[in-house]
DNA sequence: TCATCACTTAGACAGTTGTCAAACTATCGT
DNA sequence: ACGATAGTTTGACAACTGTCTAAGTGATGA
């Protein structure tokens, strides 16, 4: 009996989401929106030593990649995380 | 009680992992690897278009960071899957 | 010993990527 | 309407990386 309905990743879904998690910056910036589960981009930006174009960039990089999702809240914009995405990639990589 | 005894990997050690496995032909490498357990070198170079040379540069990237181990053997080389590597970096990701 | 085989090293090149500053867009408060 | 705030886009640059060819190393077999 399966217990997880996690979707199932293409390689290149795979390939993109170790891509994304291959950077030092990008990886501490993920790591960060995960144990938030769901922050603001400023907060983020006050945690961690980076220009804003270059959280941006890094945010769309994990967005891109299903890790994340991005929504605009008046000024703001809310980072989420997708924990779904985060499962299927897991579940993939331990069948190896 | 915890049933596994695998190492701890350091924040670097797990970048590194997930570099290593972000290139397409790296990850497809790998995983011929893993599936074989142990393979010889030419087994991989008659089962991938590939240059010798870049293929050398890439088992040797997937040692650097501990998922594989080349011994010599006369003339050839023989290439194993470090599953407590493995079992190492999926530990430290499944945390997040 | 000599040619061949299996792989490595060195060097070069093209393409990619992370980074930032500067200009831009859009929203909020006054 | 205006200025401040939050984030994006653009353009540029340096650093890195995957790839190949060519030359080198070392073992094997005749």
Not at 59 to 79: H, N, P, Q, T
């Amino acid at each position: 009996m399966k217990s997880k309905p996690t979707t199932v990743l293409s390689a290149r879904a795979v390939l993109a989401i170790s891509r994304a998690l291959s950077d030092p910056r990008r990886y501490e910036i993920f790591r960060h929106i995960a144990a938030e589960s769901c922050t603001a981009c400023s907060d983020l930006r006050s945690a961690l030593p980076i220009t804003a174009a270059t959280l941006s960039h890094h945010l769309k990089e994990l967005e891109s990649c299903g890790l994340i999702e991005l929504a605009r809240r008046g000024k703001f914009v809310d980072v989420t995380f997708c924990r779904s995405a985060w499962d299927a990639y897991l579940t993939e990589l331990k069948q190896i």
